[in-house]
Every structure is written in structure tokens, then in C-alpha cells.
């Protein structure tokens, strides 16, 4: 792992993003309202999900810590690299991405970057049981611009630019797991 990040706080992190989504889910439930991932949609959950990461990570390790800048890139910044911690460009850092899909994984801009991805299972499967949230892959790699493609607008389009990760860079961050259910490879 990059900038002196370790499995253990990476395990750390994903603890405490347990606590903190079963504790949420407990207030919910309790409160009368539907569980945490039926009240948004598959995106936003992701999104929730990788900004909890972020957070948890910084909070359990003292070599990162979390990039504050609304949009900004990377998520994840090292300690001692910038003067700020709103960072709108930087170079140097780990960029975050949890989702539900076992893979074309995407971005916005195809950038040079450590990637940090977290899989996960959620709610009604495709038997028919119901699990909580269970990340069963978490990948790590160095990407280039090479590892991304990109597919901008087009014409009048208002569909958002995507950049997503290469048969190159899919290869990359399976080539190196921090986690794996075995059934999940």
C-alpha cells in the first residue's frame, strides 16, 4: 500500500464503516423508516459508502488523511505533502471507490492515480436472502491515464464524462488484493 498505509488501518477503517452504517441503519429501523440502502439509489449509496471510507481511514491512520475539497482529487491525501487539506488537483494521494459491481468501474477524468477500490454485497440477493453491508473485495493499484478510457459528451448530451478502468487496469488491481472473500473472485 502507498504512503505508509497499512492492512491493519484499512481493516480499521472498514470496522468502523461497519459500526457507523449498522448503528445508522439501527436509528432508521428503529425510527420507523426503511433501512439506509433502500432509502437511496445504488450511486448515491456508493458514494455515502466511499465518503464514510475516506473519513474512517484518515481517522485510523496517521499518514493520510482525508481530502475535504468538494470535488476535489485525490481523496485521500499523505501527510506532510500539502499545505492544506483541500486539495482541488493534487498529485499525490489515493483516490476511493466503493461499489456494488464486480467491475467497469469509473471516474470522471482518466488520471494518474492510486486506486483504492471496495466491493460490496447489500441487501436482497439473487437466492432470495437478505445480507447487510459486506465488503468481499477490497483492491489497491497504481494507475495511469493508460489504464483509463474515456467517453466525454456528445453533441447536446447532459450525460455526465466518464473515464472507465481498462482490461490493463482491471488486471492491475486484481493482481493485488488486500481482501477477498474467495467466493468473490
Not at 497499512?6 to 481493516?11: D, F, G
Not at 436472502?129 to 467517453?151: G, H, M, N, R
Amino acid at each position: 500500500l502507498p504512503y505508509g498505509l497499512t492492512v491493519a488501518e484499512i481493516a480499521a477503517a472498514v470496522s468502523e464503516t461497519y459500526r457507523l452504517f449498522n448503528g445508522l441503519n439501527g436509528f432508521l429501523t428503529g425510527s420507523g423508516f426503511r433501512p439506509f440502502e433502500e432509502l437511496l439509489l445504488g450511486n448515491s449509496l456508493s458514494g455515502v459508502l466511499s465518503e464514510f471510507l475516506v473519513k474512517n481511514i484518515a481517522r485510523c491512520s496517521d499518514k493520510v488523511l482525508a481530502n475535504v475539497k468538494v470535488g476535489g482529487h485525490p481523496d485521500l491525501l499523505p501527510v506532510g505533502i500539502y499545505s492544506s487539506d483541500q486539495v482541488l488537483k493534487g498529485h499525490e494521494g489515493i483516490e476511493v471507490k466503493s461499489s456494488i459491481q464486480r467491475g467497469g468501474w469509473q471516474g470522471h477524468n482518466p488520471e494518474d492515480c492510486w486506486l483504492l477500490i471496495f466491493r460490496y454485497i447489500i441487501g436482497k440477493q439473487k437466492d432470495g436472502t437478505i445480507v447487510p453491508l459486506t465488503f468481499v473485495e477490497i483492491l489497491c493499484a497504481q494507475l495511469t491515464k493508460a489504464d483509463w478510457s474515456y467517453s466525454g459528451r456528445k453533441g447536446e448530451s447532459r450525460r455526465t464524462p466518464t473515464a472507465s478502468i481498462t482490461t490493463h487496469g482491471m488486471v492491475k488491481l486484481r493482481s493485488n488484493p488486500i481482501y477477498r472473500l474467495p467466493e468473490f473472485t
